[in-house]
């Protein structure tokens, strides 16, 4: 897949809640094909102390709108200037990045695991598979009820279940404790969001022999593997997360 170094146009800046906000962004060129897990690096002008790129998952395409969004969570000073953006603003991005989820067998029974931000690259996952004649199913994990974001969206792609740690909606706990982990007898698992939720759901496939992909969020420079600061042990040597990965099957990984 040829990488791009381009400015995108800022279409819409949506605001999700205090912290999250969704970008949407439209090329001049046919934006090129990508596929689920696929990262983008985002230069931020005009912020000091944000010189290296920032890197994002790409969250939904509308390949016939030639649009594409991301899920942003505000984290440091980065995150914050891109808030700011505004309809017509540009932004310049190298993409797209890394490899992207295995499709599964025909037949194989999918679920699909995220939690808080960490669901950015699920939504288009999900809708890749239902494109491809799976229906997942689609367990999401938030804090709060205050904290689920886009429900209608991820259930027109599959079937979506939901637990908060506080039990405000859902199942009560966090994803490893929804009975629907359990219940169907999965032969795929694919997971993004917070490490520790991730190690909870490596162990939970390793023990019930299911295969299972996961989506690192190592920290990274450059992106394109010159820097070597995303390096992640793995049981064929250390491989950068930003080319190798960031997808890994979990039987490679020393976790
Ligand atoms: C492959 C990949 C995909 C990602 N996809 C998304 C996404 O879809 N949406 C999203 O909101 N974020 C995503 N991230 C994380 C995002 O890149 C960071 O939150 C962002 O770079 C922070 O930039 P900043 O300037 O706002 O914060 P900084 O000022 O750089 O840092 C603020 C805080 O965030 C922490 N931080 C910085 N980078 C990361 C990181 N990579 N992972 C975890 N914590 C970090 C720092 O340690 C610090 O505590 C992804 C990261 C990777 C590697
Ligand atoms: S970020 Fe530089 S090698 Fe991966």
Not at 96 to 119: A, D, E, M, S, Y
Not at 182 to 195: Q, T
Not at 200 to 214: D, F, G, T
Request: with cysteine; net charge positive; hydrophobic share 35%.
């Amino acid at each position: 897949m040829t990488k791009r170094i381009e400015f995108l146009r800022i279409t819409e800046n949506k605001r999700i809640n205090k912290d999250l906000f969704t970008l949407e962004l439209s090329g001049s060129e046919r934006i090129p094909e990508m596929k689920p897990g696929q990262f983008v690096q985002a230069k931020i002008e005009g912020s000091p102390g944000t010189f290296l790129r920032r890197p994002f998952s790409v969250h939904d395409v509308n390949y016939p709108q030639n649009t594409f969004k991301l899920l942003i969570s505000i984290a440091g000073r980065g995150t914050e200037a891109l808030s700011r953006l505004v309809n017509g603003d540009l932004l310049n991005l190298i993409y797209p990045l890394g490899n992207f989820f295995t499709l599964p067998k025909k037949g194989q029974r999918i679920l699909l695991v995220g939690g808080g931000c960490g669901i950015a690259p699920l939504l288009f996952l999900a809708k890749y598979l239902k494109s491809n004649d799976f229906i997942p199913n689609i367990l999401l994990g938030f804090r709060n009820k205050e904290r689920i974001i886009e429900y209608d969206e991820y259930s027109e792609a599959g079937k979506v279940f939901l637990t908060t740690e506080d039990g405000s909606r859902g199942t009560k706990g966090i994803v490893t404790e929804h009975p629907v982990l359990s219940s169907e007898g999965y032969d795929v698992i694919y997971c993004c969001g917070p490490e520790s939720m991730m190690k909870a759901v490596v162990k939970y496939c390793r023990q019930n022999r299911i295969e299972c992909e996961v989506s690192l969020e190592n920290l990274m420079g450059c992106g394109i593997g010159a820097c070597l600061c995303c390096v992640v042990e793995t049981v064929k040597g250390n491989l950068c997360t930003c080319v190798d990965g960031p997808v890994f099957n979990i039987n490679d990984l020393k976790w």
